[in-house]
C-alpha cells in the first residue's frame, strides 16, 4: 500500500511541483519527488498546461506488454507476451517482451496510444521543453512518428549502447540444422526519442530567459551533452531495490535526466514510472520530478525504490 504526505508544500514538497499537483493525490518519497498512482492520459490531463519543464519516459513498447492479462502472466511466470531468458552463468535472468508477436493490429492501437499522450504532452509542456522517450528498434518509427504527428519537433534520438538478450537466437527448435543462422540481429543498442514542443519566442536564448527551456544542459563548459551514451544494464543492487523488468539504470538515467532542464530548474515528468528509475535520478541530482503509474504494485514498489535507488 502506498503511504506518504499528502499534505501541502510546506510538509512535503517543493513549491515548484505543489503547484501542479493540487487534488492528484500524489505522495512524496523524497521532499523534491513526486509520485500519482493512476492512469497516465488521465492524470496528466490534469495538470496545468505550460506547467512541465521536460519530460522523461520510458513508456509500454505496446498496449500487450503492461495489459492486465499479461503482467498477471509476467508475475505468475506463466509467458504470455514475456519471454523467459535463458539461464546464464547460473543466474535466472528477468522476463524480456516479445515485441514480434505483435499483429499489424496491435502496432496501430500503440501508435494510436502513443499519439494520445503526445497530444495530451504537448499542452503541459512549456514550449521549448523536451520529451525524451525510450523505445525499442522494433518499434521506433512508430512511437516517434506519432509524437510528430502530435506537433512536436523532432530533435534527434540519444542511443544507449546496451547489450540485451533481444536476438541473436538461432531458428527455434531448428538450431543445430541452422547453427550458422540468428533469426535475428542481437540487440546491442536502445533508441531514445528526442522531441521538442515548438519554441514561443523567436531564438532559443528568449525562450530560456521567458520559459527555462529550449535546450540542454551542457555536461560541462567544454562538453555539450552527447547522443550516444554508453550504458551497461541496471546492475545486481539496482534490481535487488527494485524488480521492475524494464528498469533502466541510474548510470543512463542521471544523464539524460540532467540534460533535460537547461538551467538546472523547473520540473520533469515521467508518465510512465515503473521502478521509479526516473524519479530517483532527478532526486540524486537535486531536481524536482513527478511520477505517474497506474499498475499499484509497481507504484508501491517506485515508492520505496526511490530514495533507495537515488542513493546509490
Not at 527455434?172 to 541452422?178: D, M, N, P, Q, S
Not at 525562450?207 to 529550449?214: A, E
Request: with cysteine; hydrophobic share 45%; proline share 8%.
Amino acid at each position: 500500500m502506498l503511504s506518504g504526505c499528502e499534505g501541502g508544500a510546506a510538509n512535503c514538497g517543493s513549491a515548484e511541483i505543489w503547484v501542479i499537483l493540487p487534488g492528484l493525490g500524489a505522495i512524496f518519497p523524497t521532499p523534491r519527488t513526486a509520485l500519482i498512482h493512476g492512469d497516465c492520459a488521465e492524470m496528466l490531463a490534469r495538470f496545468p498546461d505550460d506547467s512541465i519543464h521536460a519530460i522523461v519516459t520510458d513508456p509500454p513498447f505496446s498496449p500487450l506488454e503492461y495489459g492486465a492479462k499479461n503482467v498477471e502472466k509476467l508475475r505468475e511466470g506463466k509467458g504470455g507476451v514475456w519471454r523467459k531468458p535463458p539461464i546464464l552463468g547460473g543466474c535466472a535472468r528477468a522476463p524480456l517482451p516479445r515485441f514480434t508477436v505483435l499483429s499489424a493490429a496491435d502496432r496501430e492501437r500503440f501508435s494510436g496510444f502513443m499519439f494520445e499522450i503526445a497530444a495530451i504532452s504537448l499542452r503541459k509542456l512549456r514550449p521549448g521543453g523536451h520529451a525524451f522517450v525510450a523505445a525499442t528498434p522494433l518499434l521506433a518509427a512508430a512511437a516517434f512518428s506519432a509524437w510528430e504527428r502530435a506537433g512536436f519537433e523532432p530533435r534527434g534520438q540519444i542511443i544507449r549502447l546496451a547489450r540485451t538478450l533481444r536476438g541473436g537466437d538461432r531458428p527455434k527448435g531448428a538450431e543445430a540444422e541452422f547453427a550458422g543462422v540468428s533469426a535475428m540481429a542481437r540487440g546491442c543498442f536502445e533508441p531514445w526519442g528526442l522531441f521538442r514542443r515548438p519554441l514561443s519566442e523567436r531564438t532559443v536564448a528568449a525562450n530560456l530567459r521567458r520559459w527555462d527551456t529550449g535546450g540542454l544542459r551542457r555536461i560541462s563548459a567544454e562538453q555539450p551533452f552527447a547522443d550516444v551514451i554508453a550504458s551497461a544494464p541496471a546492475g545486481k543492487r539496482e534490481r535487488l531495490i527494485a524488480s521492475h523488468p524494464s528498469i533502466k539504470p541510474q548510470a543512463f538515467m542521471r544523464s539524460v535526466v540532467l540534460a533535460s532542464l537547461p538551467l538546472g530548474k523547473g520540473v520533469i515528468v515521467d508518465p510512465f514510472a515503473g521502478s521509479g528509475s526516473t524519479l530517483a535520478a532527478a532526486e540524486a541530482l537535486g531536481l524536482a520530478c513527478v511520477g505517474i503509474e497506474r499498475d499499484p504494485e509497481y507504484a508501491a514498489m517506485a515508492a520505496r525504490a526511490i530514495p533507495l535507488l537515488a542513493a546509490l
